[in-house]
């Protein structure tokens, strides 16, 4: 097994468990596999690794955990790697795909698989308040998650009008630059612990 996707995905499950600065603790942690040349079945053994007996009665359950994949991951062996994400998501961890709607066969891996979420991409997102189409293709996709059961996430979110558009849309979940750029792990804590319900008002405030 390649030891740096055994690292990955063990120090994402370590890191959500341990205790953090004014006891902030995010929900879950997600490791993004895109590289190729990662191979699914190592992810797999990485998330049954921790969740043995002892990594249990340590606080680092799989449920905490998002395997995030992309398209490019399901090209080849689709069927072994299909198998392999039901034995991820067998162990208590979730799926998501990353890019939806960008590659050529989105909607035969939603049939053949059921994700836990998928995740717009950015570059629906970015257009969506124009006029090409873009809002109407990020409404039929969090329709289809929403009838499939599957938490959409709308990412490369920049601008408050943007929020607002998904949340009107009923997108469940949004990242972007309009929350933060990406930081450290030790920067994570301090930054919720200044994200008080005051902020998130103005954030979400509609005009």
Not at 74 to 96: C, D, F, M, P, Y
Not at 149 to 159: C, H, K, P, R, S
Request: charged fraction near 25%; hydrophobic fraction near 40%; include cysteine.
């Amino acid at each position: 097994m390649d030891p740096s996707v055994d690292r990955l995905v063990t120090a994402a499950l370590v890191w959500r468990a341990a205790p953090q600065a004014d006891g902030v603790r995010p929900q879950s942690v997600t490791t993004w596999l895109a590289d190729p040349g990662v191979e699914i079945p190592e992810a797999a053994a990485a998330v049954h690794g921790v969740t043995t007996e002892r990594a249990r009665a340590e606080g680092m359950p799989a449920a905490q955990g998002v395997i995030e994949i992309t398209e490019t991951l399901l090209l080849h062996n689709t069927e072994s790697v299909i198998n392999q994400l039901k034995h991820i998501r067998a162990l208590g961890a979730s799926v998501a795909m990353d890019d939806f709607g960008t590659g050529y066969s989105s909607l035969s891996y939603l049939r053949s698989f059921p994700f836990d979420k998928i995740k717009i991409d950015q570059a629906f997102v970015r257009d969506l308040c124009e006029t090409d189409g873009s809002g109407f293709i990020v409404r039929a996709v969090i329709g289809l998650g929403a009838s499939l059961g599957m938490t959409t996430t709308a990412e490369g979110v920049e601008t408050r009008e943007q929020l607002e558009r998904l949340r009107d849309e009923g997108c469940d979940e949004a990242q972007g630059y309009l929350f933060s750029r990406p930081m450290a792990a030790e920067q994570v804590a301090p930054f919720f612990g200044k994200w008080d319900c005051r902020f998130v008002a103005q954030l979400c405030e509609q005009a």
